[in-house]
């Protein structure tokens, strides 16, 4: 068994203020994918929502981890570092989603739409990105991270829309059947995430994901409950709205509860071993290894 010298310990770098730019930024730019899949990239209602509240939850992300870097007007130094840095590539697409988005808002035209879509998604998957490159922590530095972070940042824009947008149109009336879909995808997501094969102390801190706490406000209130809300809306069309309503708030709860379980209980940096450190014990010696 490999010797630890020292310890795992919790991560320190980001705490609440990177959960709520990783949560409101995945919801923003997920809100607006979800509105342009639905409407084919029309100018719908759903779609002019979603050019609101899209890029301000994205730029509210933005602020709030500037904030908890402790220097905000250093901010514009992230983005001299695009060739080797996620961070600075997801500051960037998240800049020109923003861009993207009020041109649209102000002069409607689907080549914004056309542009602003695979930005957003590459902004979604640049925030994985950033935590899956962090190899000194084992909770994060795996390779389904970016599909986890595109599959939570779906469904809680999904949980946005539900919360604000108006039933009576098209686009906006498809949005339940998507919105449950998205929480099955999110469902199996994180499940497999919880799952994912690692080494004893990679089990002992994602396992973190089944405790009761965890299952309750994740994948109770998180999934299950917004799936029967759906289902009751589905049922009786009288209370869709106020089911899809509440159905949202569930969603966005569970995306946050496991977004700030994932930062900051999970964020444990890897124990310090004789082996990561290249150094033989003296019974390795005398075996010959």
């Known amino acids: 068994m490999d ?3 020292l310890s795992p310990m919790k991560q320190t770098l980001w705490g609440r203020l990177a959960v709520v730019n990783f949560f409101l930024g995945g919801a923003g730019a997920g809100a607006y994918l979800v ?6 990239f029309s100018p719908t209602p759903l779609v002019r929502l979603a050019l609101i509240l899209g890029p301000l939850l994205v730029l509210a ?14 901010g514009p130094k992230v983005l001299r570092r695009v060739e080797t840095s996620w961070m600075s590539r997801e500051s960037w697409a998240g800049g020109a989603f923003i861009a993207l988005a009020a041109l649209d808002f102000v002069a409607p035209w689907v080549g914004w739409r056309l542009a602003a879509a695979p930005v957003a998604l590459l902004f979604v998957l640049a925030q994985g990105w950033v935590l899956s490159n962090c190899r000194g922590v084992l909770a994060w530095n795996v390779p389904i991270l970016p599909l986890l972070f595109l599959a939570s940042a779906l469904v809680s824009g999904a949980g946005v829309l539900s919360l604000a947008a108006p039933f009576g149109s098209g686009d906006a009336d498809r949005l339940p059947l998507a919105t449950a879909a998205l929480i099955l995808l999110s469902g199996f997501a994180w499940v497999a995430y919880s799952l994912w094969p690692g080494n004893r102390t ?18 109770v209130v998180g999934h299950l409950l917004p799936l029967a809300l759906l289902v009751l809306g589905r049922r009786s069309p009288a209370l869709a709205a106020a089911a899809a309503a ?3 708030i569930g969603v966005l709860s569970g995306q946050l509860q496991a977004k700030a379980r994932l930062i900051l209980k999970m964020g444990v940096l890897r124990p310090i071993t ?7 014990t003296t019974a390795e010696i005398a075996h010959g290894k």
């Open 3 to 5: 010797t630890e010298l």
């Open 35 to 40: 509105a342009v899949s639905l409407a084919g």
């Open 61 to 74: 992300g933005f602020l709030s981890v500037a904030v908890e870097a402790g220097r905000p007007l250093r």
């Open 202 to 219: 990679f089990r002992q801190v994602v396992g973190g994901l089944r405790e009761d706490s965890a299952v309750l406000g994740i994948f």
């Open 246 to 248: 509440l159905a949202g």
């Open 274 to 280: 004789i082996a990561s450190l290249g150094v033989r």
